[in-house]
């Protein structure tokens, strides 16, 4: 994959990747996030009670797992400034077993694009063990200034 810069914003093209990354979440990973978030729901570190409740086993926090997919796409931009919004429905639930965790795959792509004002719609597929688990997830960016002013 080659990386295409906010700079090169006139050379980006429907359908173009920006960005592919793979992610692990642990149980670790969890009880972090649930001390920076102040959620503490059970269903996020205890599988006796995630279960009585219906679920697999426990899963990880939404806007942890939404948190994760929008990284490569900042990363790339690398100016969190030329995000104008960013949106996602959860579809599925990320599971995150006690010994092996989960494996999140994010892949963003060109999905709309008006060069004339220099925005663009960013496209991610968000999977976990084979199954999309954030649907619709989208990010509107902005061209950097500079490139507008491109001849």
Known sequence: MS???PADFAA???GDVVAERQFTLTRDSLVRYAGASGDFNTIHYRDDIARSVGLEGVLAHGMLTMGFAIQPVLEWLGDPALID???VRFTRPVY????TGAEVSVSAKIGQLDAEAGTARVDLVV????????????????APVAALQAP
């Open 3 to 5: 990386v295409i810069t």
């Open 96 to 99: 995150v077993d006690g010994e």
């Open 127 to 142: 999977t976990a063990a084979g199954q999309t688990v954030l649907g619709k997830s989208q990010i509107r960016i902005h």
């Open 85 to 87: 919004d960013y949106q």
């Open 12 to 14: 980006l093209a429907v």
